[in-house]
């Protein structure tokens, strides 16, 4: 059982930055490949960013690439989202969640192949 606390977000301006942080119980923290997913009003769950266990493979939805970068530390079980250059359209909740399938550098940008899931924290980008 893994559980999942996001922080870091808030109201930003356009063109500002975030970080958020997503903090893992449990002690298999380093065996799960990590992704960030975001929801916007009236839209589905849109995968964001992933990363392996190992931190050595790393995926970006094309929307964000350029703009945020996803990693993990390991040691302090916690997986972060670097967000600059935000955008009015960045205005989402997101979820960090837990995948513990796959090897060192498995990642998925599906939600289905996800476990576990954060309760999800507002991140809002004012124009």
């Known amino acids: 059982q893994v559980q999942l606390v996001e922080s870091g977000g808030g109201l930003v301006q356009a063109g500002g930055s975030l970080r958020l942080s997503c903090a893992a119980s449990?002690?298999?923290?380093?065996?799960?490949?990590m992704g960030w997913f975001r929801q916007a009003p009236g839209k589905e769950r849109a995968f964001v960013a992933a990363v392996s266990w190992s931190g050595g493979s790393t995926s970006h939805a094309a929307s964000v690439k350029g703009r945020f970068t996803i990693s993990r530390d390991n040691a302090k079980n916690t997986v972060f989202l670097q967000m600059n250059s935000l955008k009015p359209e960045d205005t989402a909740v997101y979820y960090c969640?837990?995948?513990?399938?796959?090897?060192?550098?498995?990642?998925?940008?599906?939600?289905?192949?996800?476990?576990?899931w954060g309760q999800g924290i507002q991140v809002t980008v004012s124009s």
């Open positions: 969640a837990a995948d513990a399938s796959g090897g060192a550098y498995y990642y998925s940008t599906r939600s289905r192949d996800y476990d576990y």
């Open positions: 449990g002690r298999t923290f380093s065996s799960y490949a």
